[in-house]
């Protein structure tokens, strides 16, 4: 199954998707593409967990990814995780990016 976090999602505002449970005892991979970026290149993607998602700021950073390029066509960047947490998110921070779009994909 795939689930859609973000679709065609415009660049130039960040962005924090919404939690997402992560299956017992199964990989799950996370797919990030950007395409058409303007703008001062030196946005990021951070993967969050957490075991509760009720608690706002109970949350551990997974990995951090930096935005650098005006796309990553033909090099989607790809977390794979065993499940070390109830539930995941996608942080996006824009930094000086003024456009482009976003797909977050993730295969459970």
Request: hydrophobic share 40%; net charge neutral; glycine share 8%.
């Amino acid at each position: 199954m795939v689930d859609r976090l973000l679709n065609n999602a415009n660049m130039n505002t960040s962005v924090t998707t919404a939690w997402t449970d992560v299956p017992g005892e199964r990989h799950i991979n996370v797919q990030v593409h950007w395409t058409g970026v303007t703008g001062t290149l030196n946005g990021s993607l951070v993967l969050e967990g957490t075991n509760d998602q009720s608690i706002a700021a109970m949350y551990t950073v997974i990995d951090t990814i930096a935005v650098t390029t005006t796309n990553n066509d033909n090099n989607a960047h790809v977390w794979d995780i065993v499940r070390a947490y109830a539930f995941m998110r996608v942080r996006y921070t824009k930094g000086g990016i003024t456009g482009g779009t976003m797909n977050i994909r993730v295969s459970k």
